[in-house]
């Protein structure tokens, strides 16, 4: 059967050789041959032709790719729903069929050959919709295919096509699933040409970061090869080598008799290099999971209706993988219609245990499970949590309990359709930028240029059912780093004809919060007041918003800090010298008192609020050894001034001395 035979199938209409309307599963089963050169492009002009213009339009955006309009979700999805998908599987089978062919000598052997540029851009939108529309028969297809087409058939390092290797895992880089995650893997595995594993590893490490975006199906991970209790073991010589899954995945020895060894044993290290090589592979592999694994959760926070109960124990509560982070999350079930009940799983997430310490059993395999988050919870809820936590010395993969929330004002419910609440503020353009992309915004890149000076940064929420808009200006000043300026804060609900504008009031509170919180992090991470040298730079507009911004009102993360540090300022040895007093630590030392911001964590020192210049040391914070419930670089550069402040007797830096002396 032809190619074009098989794409009248998929649309339906009478075929030419068989005079059926029937569909074909794939080409295989069909019977088809290798497609002659052009074929393959060809047939999907003609597919293009046949659908609806909406359709066509989308896909001309998707061909085209331009930098500066690049195709969006709603274009790929346009196009997964419509007669492409069948066309999809038909293209990659026959794909695999001329692979096959090259491996078995049928079709003679030509590095990097084996299909031509307008193929393989054929194939990588196959990929793309058969990823976006988590087709089953494609871990299968993959198995076969990227195989055949990485590793020559001759003793050659080439390979038959280095460019459909790399367009999967571009593919698979903006549709994830761990499936194709794995085949690639196994390809990196066997692969001969030098410098093919180096670009598999960026792609992996691009594929892992964005499959925590696809939370439907970041949780079908394999188990490694770990057991039931998060440890893999295997004897090596004379010895035991266990890998283990906690906050992290840590490599020890053991002696056969179970003794636990400090470092790797000699007699490995001399007469098992190749598997010592696998096991640390094996390490960053799990390690590489546990972040996957981190950021869906994080966004399976935004899951409103959640999912089975059954389901998440098998995949998550028991997973030896998912175990360890899962345990360390507070979840909520659904007990009666409407009635959510929070509480910590433990064994394996047969029982709870709730925010009193209490412990309670789950109901039926088809009841609903969410993370819990706490915008939902009331103020006593929340604190009971965070005690619960703090007593427990219990550190969540991502702040939960002690997550900022993010509710409307008064002013906007007057704006009703944008926040200024983080407005006019000054950042360093370059480092939000990279904060964009770290947390999954697109923007495009702002400069000095016509039409470069005012952009905004997009993110669309899991379920692609809302989206964030934030609105920058872009400033250039000749005599410092590029900066940006903020501006008002949108959303967007999808419908059927696209986004469209929604009132604040409309925007679900958990969709609400957690735009606002990527807000208040850019702003916090990259304002200019963040940086305790900026004092004396730049114009008088730029040295005011320091001043103000540097000292001002706290926002919901600084209020987040406050609430950590009044649990664990008790517990420290300088407990009798500090004092939390409105916006600041209060710091009380031997030759001044200081008061460290809870935003900025600048420092003025009493009686006139002289400033303090201190650079945070490369060392990291001070604390002895505090724990602390969640990581937060502020909250330790706050610790770790404080305790050198509370002992500034002993405070040798002449710099830091100077100012003290010069102020008192």
């Known amino acids: 059967m032809s190619l074009r035979t098989l794409i009248s199938v998929h649309l339906g209409e009478p075929s030419p050789e068989s005079g059926s309307a029937s569909k074909a599963g794939s080409a295989s089963e069909a019977g088809v041959e290798p497609a002659p050169p052009g074929e393959v492009a060809a047939a999907e002009d003609a597919l293009i032709a046949r659908l609806d213009g909406t359709t066509r339009k989308s896909f001309e955006v998707i061909r085209a790719g331009l ?17 492409y998908a069948g066309f999809a599987r038909t293209v990659l089978e026959i794909a695999a069929v001329r692979a096959a062919a090259i491996q078995a000598g049928d079709i003679p052997y030509a590095a990097d050959k084996a299909f031509a540029a307008d193929e393989v851009a054929v194939l990588g939108r196959a990929v793309r919709v058969a990823l976006l529309r988590d087709e089953t028969w494609l871990p299968e297809l993959l198995d076969r295919l990227l195989p055949a087409v990485a590793v020559a058939p001759t003793p050659a390092r080439t390979l038959p096509s280095q460019a459909l290797v790399f367009e999967v ?17 196994a390809v990196r595995g066997i692969v001969r040409h030098a410098g093919v594993p180096k670009q598999l590893d960026r792609n992996l490490k691009r594929i892992d970061a964005a499959l ?5 199906v970041a949780f079908r991970l394999p188990d490694l090869g770990f057991g039931p209790d998060g440890v893999y073991r295997s004897v090596v010589g004379e010895h035991e080598a266990r ?44 390690r590489a999971h546990l972040t996957t694994l981190t950021r869906a959760l994080e966004g399976a926070l935004l ?15 028991a997973h030896p993988l998912g175990r360890p982070l899962t345990e360390r999350l507070i979840w909520e079930v659904e007990v009666a219609p409407g009635e959510w009940r929070a509480g910590l799983p433990v064994e394996d997430g047969r029982r709870f245990i709730d925010a009193a310490g209490e412990p309670w059993a789950a109901v039926g395999e088809d009841a609903a499970i969410r993370l819990w988050h706490p915008v939902r919870a009331t103020p006593g809820e929340i604190r009971a949590w965070r005690d619960q936590l703090t007593e427990r010395h219990l550190r969540q993969p991502f702040k939960q309990a002690f997550r900022e929330i993010y509710v409307l004002t008064p002013a906007e419910r007057e704006t009703r359709v944008y926040s200024n609440r983080f407005a006019a503020h000054i950042l360093r353009y370059r480092r939000l930028y990279g904060l ?49 300026s903020t501006d008002q804060v949108r959303f967007e609900r999808r419908t059927d004809d696209g986004w469209r504008e929604a009132a604040l009031e409309d925007v679900p509170p958990t969709v609400f919060s ?12 990259t304002s200019i007041a963040a940086d305790p040298e900026w004092t004396d730079r730049g114009e008088d507009r730029y040295r005011d918003y320091w001043h103000r911004a540097g000292f001002g009102d706290l926002s919901a993360s600084a209020e987040v800090r406050r609430d950590a540090l009044a649990r664990l300022l008790p517990r420290t040895r300088i407990a009798d010298r500090v004092e939390l007093s409105g916006r600041f630590l209060r710091v009380r030392g031997s030759r001044r008192t200081y008061k460290i911001h809870l935003g900025s964590a600048n420092i003025l020192m009493e009686p006139d609020d002289a400033y303090l210049c201190i650079v945070p040391s490369s060392r990291g914070a001070a604390g002895d050894g505090l724990f602390l419930p969640f990581e937060d670089e502020r909250l330790s550069l706050i610790l770790s001034k404080a305790f050198l402040l509370a002992d500034d007797a002993d405070i040798t830096d002449p710099d830091i001395l100077r100012q003290i002396e010069r102020s008192a």
């Open 436 to 484: 964009f992309k770290a947390r999954s915004w697109q923007a495009g890149m702002l400069g000095p240029w016509d039409g470069g000076y005012e952009g905004e940064a997009t993110r669309v929420l899991p379920g692609r059912r809302w989206r964030g808009r934030l609105f920058v200006e872009y400033v250039d000043p000749a005599w410092q780093d590029e900066l940006a």
């Open 303 to 317: 899951a409103e209706p959640g999912q089975t109960y059954g389901r998440w124990r098998a995949e998550q509560a």
């Open 169 to 185: 895992a571009r593919s698979a880089q903006e549709f994830p699933t761990p499936e194709a995650a794995a085949a690639l893997r």
């Open 212 to 216: 925590a975006d696809r939370t439907e």
């Open 514 to 525: 957690e735009v606002m919180r990527d807000v208040d992090l850019f702003v916090g991470v």
């Open 67 to 83: 930098y500066n309009a690049p195709p969006s979700g709603d274009d790929w999805e346009r196009l997964a729903d419509s007669a």
């Open 243 to 286: 890998i283990t899954i906690g906050e992290d995945a840590t490599l020890t020895w053991h002696r056969l008799d179970g003794q636990g060894l400090r470092g790797v044993p000699a007699a490995v290290r001399r007469d098992h290099p190749a598997r010592l090589k696998e096991l640390r592979e094996l390490v960053k592999r799990a």
